[in-house]
């Protein structure tokens, strides 16, 4: 099976999505009522991005 990775903020998803990391699924949050979740096949390289985006916005 492989591991995902779940991102609540929009912003962060359409980053990555611009990056060219697949969307694997998007489903509605389970702990926050009326939010989304998308869900991204984690790699060392998706965790990188993520950080990077956080550490420079």
């Known amino acids: ?10 912003r962060i998803a359409r980053h990555l999505l ?12 389970r702990k926050v ?3 989304l979740v998308f869900v991204f096949a984690e790699s060392q390289a998706l965790n990188e991005e993520i950080a990077s985006f956080i550490q420079n916005n």
């Open 18 to 29: 611009a990056r060219g990391f697949q969307l694997v699924d998007i489903e509605p949050s």
């Open 1 to 10: 099976m492989v591991e995902q990775k779940c991102v609540l903020s929009l």
């Open 33 to 35: 009522r009326g939010q």
